[in-house]
C-alpha cells in the first residue's frame, strides 16, 4: 500500500535535510510502527506523507498503492485515503466543528464522485462516533479544537478518522498527553478501523501505546533513515535498553 | 506663500456648488433650515477635505471624489427584502421618503421632509466641527428621510429596517431615532443600491436611560457609488448600544462613527467588517468620547482585503478629564489576502482621566499556512480552504452578536459577498 524509496527531504526554509535515505514499506492490513528518539524525523515524515509544503523532497519517492503521490497536495493526498492524525492539532477559531467536519466529508465525496451526506445522516454518523469515543455532542458545537484538551483534541483527530474512512492512516505521537483512560478509549478507536484494506503508521516514542495498539512492524527511525526493522519484539526491547543499543549496532 | 489663496475647485467641488444653485428652490425648509444649509454649502466652497486635514489623512475627499452625478429625481428603486423575516420595513427610494409609513405600536414614523418644512428638524443639522464634510454636505442637500420615535419602556419583538436604496444620481437623506427610557430594539440600516450614485446619509440616535439598541448597518452598494455616512449617537445613564458596521461595497465609502456616553453606566460595542475588492476605498472613522465617569466601550474591527482595495479604520477614543473608571478596547485585525491590496490603521487615545483602562491593538496577518495545512489535510481544496478561513476570520465577530436571527443573516450577507469576490 505504501512504500518508501530512498527518500531525501529538507526544510524548504532553512535546508537542513531531515529525511535521508529512507525505506519503508507497509502493506494494506498493517500496522506499522515507527520508533525513534527526538530528532529522528518522525514527525517530519507524517508531515511529508500529507503533503506539508514546508518540506521539500529532494530526492527519492513515495509510491502509494503504486502511484508516486509527490505532485499531490494534502487535500488531493487526502481524498485519495491519506488521513494524519496530527501530533499538535490546529485551534481554528470561527470554524464552527460540525461545519467542517461536514465540509470534509463531503468534500472526500465529491472527490470520490460520490453525493453529498444528507443533513440527517451525517448527523447521525457523528453521533456514532463521538459516542464511541466517549466525546460530548456540546463539544462539536465549539470551533474547531479551540478550548479543547489535549485530550480532546485527539480524540477530536480519531473522530474525524473514524468519519473520513481513510485508508492509509498516519497517526503522530496520537499516545502524547492522553492519560490512561483516554488511551484505551483512543487505542479501542482505531483497533475498531483495523480492516484488511487499511494501513496504519503508529509514531510514537513510547512502547505504552503500542500495548493498546498492537503492531505487526516495528521500525527504528535513526537521523532520517530505518536503521532496524522487526516485530512487536523490538519495541519491547527498545523499551527495556533504550535506543543506544541499536543505534550502535547500526553505526 | 498667500495663505488665503483659494486653490483652484476640482470638477467636483464646482458640480456640488452648482448643484445647490440648482436644487435650492427644491429643498424643503425655509428660515432655520435653510440658513442651516447656506452655512453649510460655505464649508463645501472652502474646498472638501485633502489629505492635510488629519481627519481626511488616509481618504483625501478632494482628490478622490472625482465625479459628482446630477440628481435623477425620475430614477426609480424599489424597497427590498429585509435581511430578518418579519421586520418592520421603511424605505426611502432615490432619496424619498414612503407617504405611507408603518403602524407599529410603541414607535412613531415621521417623513424627514415634513419635520424640515416646519423647521422641527433643524437643530439637528449642525455639522459636527469645522472638518465636518459629510455632514455640511448631507445638512445642504438633506431632502427626506425619517423620524422615528420608540416610546419609553417599548420592547420591539422583531428589527426595524430602514431602507436606503439608491437609483443613481444624488441622494442626501437623515435618519433620527429616539428610543426612550429602557426600551429595546434591533435597528437595521440598509444602504444599497444599483446606480452609479453619490449619497450622503446621516443617521443620529439617542438613547434614553437603560434603552438597549443593536444598530446594524450594512452597506451594500455597488461599485459605482460613493457613499458617504454618519452614524452619530447619544448613550444615556445604564443605556447600552451595539453598532455592527458590514461594509460590503461601494467605490468610494466613509463612514463615520460619533459616539458620546453622556450617563454614568453607559455602555458602547462597535463591531465591524469590512470586506474590501475591487479598486476600491472603504474608510471607517469613530470618535468615541467617554464624557462621563463609570462608562464603558470595546470596539473589534476585522477586514478583508483583497484586489487593489483600500482600507482605513481610524479609532479616536476621548475620556474626559472627569469620565474616571472609563474601560475603553479597542482592535483592528486584517486579513491581507492580495499583494495590492492595502489598509491603513490609526488608534488614538486621548485620555484625560487617570484612573481609567484603555487599550488597543492591530494586526496585519495572511492566511496562517498552517491552518490551511490543516484544513487540506481533512481533504478540503486549497480555494474553499481559504475561503472558510476568511469566513471564520469575520464570522467570529458576527457570532458573538448573540441573536440567531441576526447572526444567520448577517452569515449569509457574508455567504454573498464570498460567492460574488471569492
Redesign the interface.
Known amino acids: 500500500m505504501l512504500e518508501i524509496r530512498n527518500l531525501h527531504a529538507r526544510i524548504v526554509d532553512d535546508g537542513t535535510e531531515i529525511i535521508r535515505g529512507l525505506n519503508l514499506t507497509v502493506k494494506a492490513g498493517e500496522v506499522a510502527a515507527i520508533m525513534g528518539p527526538n530528532g529522528s524525523g518522525k514527525s517530519t515524515l507524517s508531515y511529508i506523507l500529507?503533503?506539508?509544503?514546508?518540506y521539500e523532497v529532494t530526492e527519492g519517492d513515495i509510491l502509494y498503492n503504486g502511484q508516486s503521490i509527490l505532485e499531490m497536495?494534502?487535500?488531493e493526498?487526502?481524498?485519495s485515503g491519506i488521513?494524519?492524525a496530527?501530533q499538535y492539532?490546529?485551534e481554528?477559531?470561527?470554524?464552527a466543528t460540525m461545519e467542517?467536519l461536514k465540509?470534509?466529508m463531503n468534500?472526500?465525496r465529491k472527490?470520490r464522485g460520490e453525493e453529498p451526506l444528507k443533513i440527517p445522516e451525517f448527523l447521525k454518523r457523528v453521533k456514532e462516533a463521538a459516542a464511541s469515543l466517549s466525546m460530548d455532542m456540546a463539544m462539536l458545537k465549539r470551533?474547531l479544537n479551540v478550548g479543547f484538551s489535549g485530550g480532546e483534541k485527539k480524540r477530536a483527530e480519531i473522530l474525524?478518522m473514524k468519519l473520513?474512512e481513510p485508508k492509509l492512516c498516519v497517526l503522530d505521537e496520537t499516545d502524547s498527553g492522553l492519560d490512561i483512560d483516554a488511551l484505551k478509549i483512543v487505542s479501542d478507536g482505531v483497533n475498531a478501523l483495523r480492516a484488511p484494506d487499511r494501513a496504519f503508521l503508529v509514531i510514537t516514542h513510547y512502547q505504552r501505546l503500542l500495548e493498546h495498539i498492537v503492531p505487526d512492524t516495528v521500525h527504528v527511525l535513526y537521523k532520517g533513515q530505518v536503521i532496524k526493522s522487526g516485530d512487536k519484539s523490538l519495541a519491547l526491547d527498545l523499551e527495556a535498553n533504550g535506543y543506544a543499543g541499536v543505534i550502535g549496532e547500526a553505526a | 506663500m498667500n495663505m488665503h489663496a483659494q486653490p483652484q475647485r476640482t470638477p467636483a467641488e464646482t458640480a456640488l456648488i452648482d448643484a445647490f444653485g440648482d436644487r435650492l428652490s427644491l429643498l424643503p425648509g425655509d428660515g432655520a433650515v435653510m440658513l442651516k444649509r447656506d452655512d453649510a454649502i460655505e464649508t463645501i466652497k472652502h474646498g472638501l477635505p485633502t489629505r492635510r486635514v488629519e481627519s481626511w489623512h488616509y481618504t483625501d475627499l478632494r482628490r478622490l471624489l472625482n465625479t459628482v452625478p446630477d440628481f435623477d429625481p425620475a430614477a426609480m428603486a424599489k424597497a427590498i427584502a429585509p435581511i430578518v423575516d418579519g421586520s418592520t420595513v421603511v424605505s426611502i427610494l432615490n432619496g424619498k421618503s414612503d407617504a405611507k409609513v408603518p403602524v407599529l405600536e410603541g414607535v412613531s414614523f415621521q417623513r424627514l421632509s415634513e419635520k424640515l418644512v416646519d423647521g422641527s428638524a433643524a437643530p439637528g443639522l449642525d455639522p459636527y466641527g469645522s472638518d465636518d464634510a459629510i455632514g455640511a454636505l448631507n445638512t445642504a442637500f438633506v431632502a427626506d428621510g425619517y423620524f422615528v420615535d420608540i416610546a419609553d419602556g417599548v420592547e420591539l419583538e422583531k428589527p426595524v429596517e430602514l431602507q436606503n436604496l439608491q437609483a443613481g444620481g444624488q441622494t442626501h437623506v437623515r435618519l433620527t431615532v429616539r428610543v426612550g427610557a429602557g426600551a429595546k430594539a434591533v435597528i437595521v440600516e440598509r444602504q444599497t443600491g444599483d446606480g452609479a450614485a453619490l449619497g450622503s446619509s446621516v443617521s443620529q440616535i439617542v438613547l434614553d436611560e437603560g434603552a438597549e439598541v443593536t444598530w446594524l448597518i450594512v452597506q451594500e452598494q455597488p461599485e459605482t457609488a460613493t457613499h458617504l455616512a454618519q452614524f452619530k449617537a447619544h448613550i444615556g445613564k445604564n443605556a447600552k448600544l451595539t453598532l455592527f458596521v458590514m461594509n460590503a461595497g461601494g467605490k468610494l465609502v466613509r463612514q463615520e462613527i460619533m459616539v458620546r456616553t453622556t450617563g454614568e453606566g453607559a455602555d458602547f460595542k462597535l463591531r465591524g467588517i469590512n470586506l474590501l475588492a475591487g479598486d476600491t476605498h472603504t474608510d471607517v472613522t469613530m470618535v468615541l468620547d467617554h464624557a462621563v465617569p463609570h462608562t464603558t466601550s470595546t470596539e473589534i474591527v476585522r477586514n478583508v482585503v483583497t484586489g487593489k482595495a483600500r482600507g482605513v479604520f481610524q479609532g479616536r477614543i476621548n475620556v474626559h478629564q472627569y469620565a474616571q473608571k472609563t474601560n475603553a478596547k479597542m482592535a483592528c485585525n486584517t486579513l491581507l489576502l492580495s499583494d495590492d491590496g492595502e489598509f491603513s490603521t490609526k488608534p488614538e487615545l486621548e485620555i484625560f482621566a487617570d484612573d481609567v483602562i484603555c487599550g488597543h491593538g492591530a494586526t496585519v496577518t495572511e492566511i496562517d499556512h498552517n491552518h490551511l495545512f490543516y484544513l487540506m489535510a481533512r481533504g478540503v481544496d486549497e480555494k474553499s480552504a481559504r475561503g472558510l478561513l476568511v469566513k471564520a476570520f469575520v464570522a467570529e465577530v458576527i457570532e458573538e452578536l448573540d441573536d440567531e436571527a441576526i447572526v444567520e443573516a448577517l452569515e449569509a450577507r457574508l455567504d454573498g459577498w464570498f460567492a460574488a469576490h471569492g
Open positions: 500529507a503533503g506539508r509544503e514546508d497536495d494534502p487535500a493526498r487526502a481524498t488521513f494524519l496530527f492539532p490546529m481554528i477559531p470561527g470554524v467542517f465540509v470534509a468534500e472526500q472527490a470551533p474525524q473520513l
